[in-house]
């Protein structure tokens, strides 16, 4: 067995679900990067009009890149809350996901460490300027979506990705041949009409950002309509998703309490039944007075 596929066995041994390495260069994706940004589809993420370079070419960014390994973890729910209490997007359901994969990143680190004694690296999810879904593509993990996911053939797209950039030589992967082909269904399918085009989301339209990033109050003319933090509504109906099978990772098993939270209680909340529930949740992001600005906002639909 090569290094390279050592490293990809090791990564599911660890509890990843796909792994795929590809070189560390640039992405060629600077143009449409600041286009996005000259479209103001970034809204009040102001932290994505920084380090583009940095983004779009991994070595800016590690010194000494040679390798991506991209890693994918599912996080498709067993259980899911009753779809008449307020919603929250299955990425939320568990422990937050940025330890989660960077725990596991770590311990991958450590495996090439002992195949490569010189290796060095940095480990990312969701952390860095890093184009997560680019390098998984390239990786052959998967496809783009036209709704900007990540689809993995045969397992659909509720996955987080993450990335160890490391200073090494190995194998790469292909890019797979695939495509949504004429399927539009995430287009037709967005309550906001935020993806703008095929592969072309407008985040401010987006209830993902207006429910977690937006800061103040959200926007009138964005209905965010069930969601109080995220929306999965692109994924929901993406046929690829008909594979969807539940996650192994016992620290996204949502608590009965959380599946059972409904919009009084969480209007009612305070902030230490706050920090209790969510601590060590993604949903900490919002703080308790972005989720309740949420409550608020779909109980004056109700
Ligand atoms: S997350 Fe929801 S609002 Fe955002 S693009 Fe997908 S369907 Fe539209
Ligand atoms: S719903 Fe259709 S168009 Fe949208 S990402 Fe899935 S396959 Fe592609």
């Known amino acids: 067995m090569t290094p390279s596929e050592k490293i990809k066995q090791h990564a599911l041994s660890l509890g990843f679900d796909a792994c795929g390495i590809c070189r560390a260069e640039s992405s060629g994706e600077e143009n449409n990067l600041q286009e996005w940004i000259r479209m103001n589809y970034q809204g009040d993420m102001s932290y994505l009009e920084r380090n583009i370079e940095k983004r779009d070419d991994p070595r800016l960014l590690v010194e000494?890149?040679?390798?991506?390994?991209?890693?994918?973890l599912n996080y498709y729910p067993h259980e899911k809350r009753d779809p008449n209490l307020p919603g929250f997007a299955y990425y939320a359901y568990g422990k937050d996901y940025h330890f989660v994969v960077k725990d596991k990143l770590?311990?991958?680190?450590?495996?090439?460490?002992?195949?490569?004694?010189?290796?060095?690296?940095?480990?990312?999810c969701d952390s860095a300027p890093v184009l997560e879904r680019y390098w998984a593509a390239k990786s052959g993990l998967g496809f783009i979506g036209k709704n900007t996911l990540l689809i993995i053939p045969g397992k659909g797209s509720f996955?987080?990705?993450?990335?160890?950039?490391?200073?090494?030589?190995?194998?790469?992967?292909?890019?797979?041949?695939?495509?949504?082909g004429s399927c539009s269904r995430c287009l037709e399918a967005c309550p906001t009409g935020a993806i703008e085009q095929p592969h072309l989301v407008n985040a401010t339209?987006?209830?993902?950002?207006?429910?977690?990033?937006?800061?103040?109050?959200?926007?009138?003319?964005?209905?965010?309509?069930?969601?109080?933090?995220?929306?999965?509504?692109?994924?929901?109906?993406?046929?690829w998703n008909r594979f969807s099978k539940p996650h192994t990772?016992?620290?996204?098993?949502p608590s009965s309490e959380f599946l059972s939270l409904d919009l009084e209680t969480l209007q009612m909340m305070n902030q230490e039944q706050f920090s209790s529930l969510f601590s060590k949740s993604a949903v900490k992001r919002s703080k308790l007075v972005g989720l309740q600005r949420n409550a608020k906002q779909l109980s004056k639909q109700k």
């Open 64 to 72: 000494g890149a040679k390798s991506i390994i991209s890693v994918a």
């Open 249 to 253: 990772t016992p620290e996204f098993n």
């Open 106 to 124: 770590k311990l991958l680190l450590a495996y090439i460490q002992t195949i490569f004694p010189d290796a060095e690296g940095r480990f990312f």
């Open 159 to 180: 996955f987080f990705l993450g990335e160890l950039i490391i200073n090494q030589e190995l194998d790469y992967d292909s890019p797979i041949n695939l495509s949504c």
């Open 205 to 239: 339209k987006c209830i993902s950002y207006q429910t977690i990033e937006k800061k103040g109050e959200q926007d009138e003319d964005v209905d965010t309509g069930n969601w109080v933090y995220g929306c999965d509504v692109c994924q929901l109906v993406c046929p």
